[in-house]
DNA sequence: CGCTGAAACTACGCCGGTGTGGTACGCCCA
DNA sequence: TGGGCGTACCACACCGGCGTAGTTTCAGCG
């Protein structure tokens, strides 16, 4: 019943326009693993990880970096993020991208990029904001608690929904 | 004769188009300091300090950041930013930004930042770039070692020497 | 099995940030 | 004071990342 969302439901909760879900889907940067669309009345389907997705995308993009870059770390993101999604701190510059998962690995990653850009995103954050996003959006049934628990089910069982990028 | 730079040379330094820092200097975001333009035929004329600045708005751009983040960035960097460039770290994070002169306090305002983007700069690492860019571009005579000494002036008049410009 | 509403699709426009190319104007030197 | 050259300016175009409006088509219900 409430394993999926929908793209407008997607985009309330990560706080995104349904157009720019849209386009991200389109150009490939986020694209809902569970159904993606198939013409004209078909129905996108996000599942729990994809919201997340989004909402890394949105909040980099609230940070003030550009979607070419959020597009070329997402590259890296999907072959190198596991399941421990809350412990992991990300680490993009430019065309490149990081991920650690200690803090002091982290720390002496910014020590060694003396001079370069770095940009970095807590990722345990951005779970937890989309979690909440998720209850508050609840349609009753599901402020019961039910959900409350798939999250945390949803990050250890997902599977790899692997699409073909195409280049970047 | 060489304490400023024409709009080409700083270009060129900096490792941008002309059309670039004509842009920038339209739009308010980073002006030659010494001497602004005055119509067709005049010309601008940039300070060191200048370079700096520009060499910093491209670093950002490089990193994946957003023009308009950039700016908001420097109407703070522009209030905060004293003497001692090279040991300042910047953080940007959509319109915010900080400036951390520890790496102590630096580690503590990461972590403060759960959740929050925050890109992160070096600046001492920038103004290197920028003096080998300098001796790098001239024209024999100031291979002389004029200008070498300019540069390093402008990072000594600090009070503090925490980091000196070596590391990078 | 047909209705209907929601969601995907399409077309068009806008704006920021630049590339290109041509023009006009000062600055410097003779 | 005039000539040449460097440079600022201007007009135009383009592209990404959307917003807006209208159209098409499917899903799910009765």
Known sequence: MSEHFSGKKAAEIV???????????????VR??????TGSGSRRRYSYRDLLELKVVKTLLDSGIKLESVREAFSYLRDHLGEDIASAQLIISGGSAILVRDDDELIDVLKRGQGVMTNLLSLGGVQ???????????PADAAAGKLAVAPAKAQK???????????G
Chains 1, 2 share one sequence.
Request: no cysteine; proline share 7%.
């Open 15 to 29: 706080g995104i326009t349904y157009r720019q879900l849209d386009y991200w889907a389109r150009t490939d940067l």
């Open 32 to 37: 809902p693993s569970l159904a993606d669309a």
């Open 128 to 138: 937890k904001e989309v979690d909440d996003a998720i209850v508050h959006l609840r």
């Open 157 to 167: 069982a997902a599977p790899r929904p692997r699409r073909a990028a195409s280049g």
